[in-house]
T-cell receptor, first 115, second 110 residues
Framework: EAGVAQSPRYKIIEKRQSVAFWCNPI?????LYWYQQILGQGPKLLIQ????????DSQLPKDRFSAERLKGVDSTLKIQPAKLEDSAVYLC?????????????FGPGTRLTVT | KQEVTQIPAALSVPEGENLVLNCSFT??????LQWFRQDPGKGLTSLLL?????REQTSGRLNASLDKSSGRSTLYIAASQPGDSATYLC?????????FGKGTHLIIQP
């Protein structure tokens, strides 16, 4: 089966600009996650969707970050305006609602550099 | 709040050695624990998942153990190879979702 797809793979923007990342989960996976991974750190959960509803967005900086999953499949994460400290790898993951193991499958990530 | 610590932060060993990576967590109320591998510039590859009711899981040269009561897990890599060079991340799945450690950066010298 095809894995989690993300685009773009790399993005360089100036501070105060906006940027959007796209994620397509594994087919049939109801749960989708966005993580932020700062260099030298483990990934940190930003937001979790189940189908097209938000389960957890407690660590999402809502003044500048937004995410949507309108049809319960693809998802978009947006940053507006970007700050220098947003430089990180943004990882998307998905898991099957029917999986009792709760195993998450990760995409390749989008590396964002804010200058 | 769950906290995950990985020791050592970095490790460099000659090819062929057996090695152990350590992971500790503060809240033992977990659903499962996953070990991931991350290559430079890449996403995460799941290596092993241990359910909270299990003690260990094995895949090829990898063996992961879990002692939930003491909040510890180890990843054992047998007969290490240069291709094992990567960052290894431990992640605990609990009430807060998946909480990651900072990882162990592993270098296997040819």
């Amino acid at each position: 089966e095809a894995g989690v797809a993300q685009s773009p793979r790399y993005k360089i923007i100036e501070k105060r600009q906006s940027v959007a990342f796209w994620c397509n989960p594994i087919s049939g996976h109801a749960t989708l996650y966005w993580y932020q991974q700062i260099l030298g750190q483990g990934p940190k959960l930003l937001i979790q969707f189940q189908n097209n509803g938000v389960v957890d967005d407690s660590q999402l900086p809502k003044d500048r970050f937004s995410a949507e999953r309108l049809k319960g499949v693809d998802s978009t994460l947006k940053i507006q305006p970007a700050k220098l400290e947003d430089s990180a790898v943004y990882l998307c993951a998905s898991s099957s609602l029917t999986s009792s193991r709760g195993e998450q499958y990760f995409g390749p990530g989008t590396r964002l550099t804010v200058t | 709040k769950q906290e995950v610590t990985q020791i050592p932060a970095a490790l460099s060993v000659p090819e062929g050695e057996n090695l152990v990576l350590n992971c500790s967590f503060t809240d033992s109320a977990i659903y499962n624990l996953q070990w991931f591998r991350q290559d430079p510039g890449k996403g995460l590859t799941s290596l092993l998942l241990i359910q909270s009711s299990q003690r260990e899981q094995t895949s090829g040269r990898l063996n992961a153990s879990l002692d939930k009561s003491s909040g510890r897990s180890t990843l054992y890599i047998a007969a290490s190879q240069p291709g094992d060079s990567a960052t290894y991340l431990c992640a605990v799945n609990g009430a807060d979702g998946l909480t990651f450690g900072k990882g162990t950066h592993l270098i296997i010298q040819p």
